[in-house]
């Protein structure tokens, strides 16, 4: 009877916890099973490690050879677990020395002729791994991605056979090093918007203190032209940052880019997606639309004709920054600290006051109804774009140019770091009794806050959101307080025009 044990993770969220494979080869009619809560892929495993070991050159043992990725309860699924058991047969069977799968962690889908393939959810397994204190074993074309964890210790192996070399201490798999610096693909720049100096301004407003926007107003005006733009000129991610977006993106159906790496998500889903596209779901859950724009931008043109019951999921993350998702069988937690951007028509055919326009009072109260009065109330800055001027679409004379991103960039980083020095935190996160400490106004400012909230019809969601896009404007002043200009101004952002004509 011999017993071999090789470690493992699985990929629960974005969680990898550790899977102890156990491997029990004992005399019998030769057999294999595999037990452990197992989906389809890797109950097919065992046939392909057993053409993966004969294909190597290896004796597949004619004995009775028992499985089992422990925990029980724990659902696995995928390729990943292809390499460590067939490391665990090799070893159970005493082709390979058990004492060398101490310290290691192994992850990896093996082709039928033992070439090592790639698996989704590496970031999250490297990080486990690192903080387990032992190296990971993976497939060299996942070796990349792992090295961007800088602490950890991760070796990229393109073979079955390199990996048994290795663990024989025959020829040594090189440590994967830290990736050079990786080349994002360029945002677009805002210099390219003629014009819009109001929906510019705000645009700039929303970076510095990450507020949620809604432009709105008839077709052509650059309202997706303008929020294309806000990641050109956000703050650089964070490591932290960095490595939470990429992990979200290492488990989604697309995987991880390394081009993406401190690159700030924009996302732009149809207007036909699903609630579940937007905030994740499925029988194993996979983050959806709203994780995939953690510490990036979730951009939804045409809001209106997003389907009601989708825009209203968001309501959750919007406020928590994180979406759960429960399923008969386990519950995932997904990360969703996203910039909202959204743009809408003012009306059916977009052209609400024209001589062209025949929409009805009717047709733009429904049109305008699609979008509820909660998920309005939760958006920080509503602004009207009006048509761009004529004279804006001729080339640029005596080469005249609009403001590039990086001069609204380098605004945008010293309100940050003004708010950074202040709070630790941007404006947008400030909580009620921060507020209290930091949006102090005068005792007119008040009672101008007081009587715009009263004529508005605001909430008091409102009242404590516009204290907030105050501070960020004062903060791009570079004022210590919270002027009269600063709140006024604050207070114009939540006048979007209701009427029907």
């Avoid at 046939?47 to 004969?54: F, H, M, P, Q």
């Avoid at 792992?146 to 090189?174: F, N, P, T, W, Y």
């Avoid at 401190?262 to 709203?290: D, I, K, L, Y």
Wanted: hydrophobic share 40%; charged share 25%; glycine share 6%.
């Amino acid at each position: 009877m011999s017993i071999a044990t090789v470690n493992s993770r699985a990929i629960i969220g974005v969680d990898a916890p550790l899977v102890t494979i156990e491997v029990h080869i004992s005399n019998g009619l030769p057999s294999l099973s595999i037990v452990g809560m197992l989906e389809t892929a890797v109950k097919e495993s065992k046939d392909r490690v057993r053409s993966a070991l004969l294909n190597s050159q290896f004796n597949f043992p004619q004995q009775r050879i028992t499985i089992n990725l422990a925990p029980a309860d724990l659902p696995k699924e995928g390729g990943r677990f292809d390499l460590p058991i067939a490391l665990g047969i090799l070893a159970a069977s005493n082709q390979l020395p058990i004492s060398s799968l101490v310290d290691k962690e192994f992850i990896g889908e093996l082709g039928l002729t033992g070439e090592l393939r790639a698996v989704r959810g590496v970031l999250p397994t490297i990080l486990a791994t690192s903080r387990a204190k032992r190296e990971l074993i993976l497939p060299a074309d996942n070796a990349k991605e792992a090295s961007l964890i800088e602490d950890a210790v991760s070796l990229g192996a393109s073979h079955l056979l390199d990996v048994c070399a290795h663990l024989a201490g025959q020829k040594r798999l090189d440590i994967t090093k830290v990736s050079e610096q990786v080349e994002g693909i360029p945002y677009p720049d805002l210099e390219d918007v003629r014009g819009q100096a109001h929906a510019r301004r705000a645009l700039e407003i929303a970076a510095a203190g990450s507020h949620s926007l809604l432009f709105s107003g008839p077709p052509g005006t650059g309202k997706t032209m303008l929020a294309s733009r806000l990641p050109s000129i956000l703050a650089d991610m964070t490591e932290s940052e960095a490595v939470e977006t990429a992990t979200v993106h290492s488990i989604s159906a697309q995987g991880f880019k390394l081009k993406q790496w401190r690159q700030r998500p924009f996302r732009s889903p149809h207007h036909t997606a699903s609630a579940v596209a937007m905030v994740g779901g499925g029988s194993q859950p996979r983050p959806g639309e709203v994780s995939l724009a953690h510490h990036g931008v979730l951009f939804l043109d045409e809001l209106p004709e997003f389907d009601r019951k989708v825009l209203e999921v968001l309501r959750e993350p919007i406020e928590s920054g994180k979406i759960t998702i429960s399923r008969a069988a386990n519950q995932s937690e997904f990360p969703a600290r996203f910039q909202l951007v959204t743009a809408m028509n003012p009306c059916p055919c977009g052209y609400l006051g024209e001589v062209r326009c025949h929409c009805t009072e009717d047709q733009v109260r429904r049109y305008r109804a699609k979008v509820s009065g909660p998920l309005m109330d939760r958006i920080d800055m509503l602004l009207e774009v009006p048509p761009v001027a004529k004279s804006m679409l001729r080339p640029a004379q005596n080469g005249e140019k609009e403001e590039s991103s990086a001069t609204v960039r380098a605004r945008v980083l010293r309100a940050r770091s003004i708010q950074i020095k202040r709070a630790g935190k941007a404006n947008y996160l400030l909580e009620n009794k921060e507020l209290e400490v930091h949006c102090k106004l005068s005792e007119s400012n008040y009672q101008l806050l007081e009587t715009a909230i009263s004529r508005l019809g605001l909430s008091a969601r409102a009242y404590h959101r516009i204290l907030k896009v105050a501070r960020t404007i004062a903060d791009l002043a570079e004022s210590k307080h919270i002027e009269t200009a600063h709140l006024s101004e604050a207070i114009g952002y939540r006048r979007l025009d209701t009427r029907t004509h």
